[in-house]
């Protein structure tokens, strides 16, 4: 007889991505802005740890939503989601959509972190409502899911500004934050120093969240704009990193393209 996870993706509650980063593995992974279920497959297939759907700089609504996560289905790639704001219906909507990972944005408080928690996960951890659908198999994994939910989810608070970063500490302490995930460049731009993300500045700031996530068992995220940066994050003791977007690499891919194409006599 087959298991449920031969049967259907959505009968298991494995999400591999948390597993590894329990295990203090490194998960590489991508941000999908185009709102396309075609690119996220196309990506899906290359086998990145993660791939969030980023509904907060792109077009994606929650129907794109739900397409793109039904394109990730049965590969290696666990699916995300980032709302647009820390909002109680925008976080039950993407987890009932299907989202193993949860990212929310501006984070700069405890209070806030709690309130992510409460939003993400059911009673008694948090006060999640109740509408799981798709995540549940369409109610084919009832009473199973709400058991396993809890405990399934990756839960991803970004710290994006320097006062987040003065309550780095604070922040990783709240129960059912998984991830403290920097936003380089928007940190960098509150620093004063738009599109650096490389300075004595923000390498402190780096420090200053990495030991906050060593101190309360927590994992350490950034986004890197380069895989040179990736692997310096690595070795820094970043374990989820983001490696670029789906339409930076399509645009990066057609210039090398283009650029060999120059001196072409097309006529």
Sequence with gaps: MRSDSEIHPLLSAHNRCKNRLEKNLTCFGLFLVSASSLIAECCAVRGPDWLLVDMEASPADRHDLIQMLQAMNGSRSTG???????????IEAALDSGAMGLMVPKVESAAEAKMVADYVYYPPKGKRGVNPIRCSGYFSRLPDYFAEANDSLLTIVQIESARAVAAADEIAAVDGIDVLFIG?????????????????EMERAFEYVLEACRKHGKTPGIFANS??????????????????????????GLEQQMYGLEGTDSA
């Design 80 to 90: 995300m989601a980032r709302v647009a704001r820390n909002d109680r219906q925008l």
């Design 184 to 200: 380089s460049g928007d940190l960098a731009c509150d620093l004063g120093q738009a599109g650096q993300v490389e300075s004595l």
């Design 227 to 252: 895989v040179e940066l990736a692997h310096r994050y690595a070795s820094q003791g970043f374990r989820f990193i983001a490696v670029g977007n789906d339409l930076k690499l399509i645009a990066s």
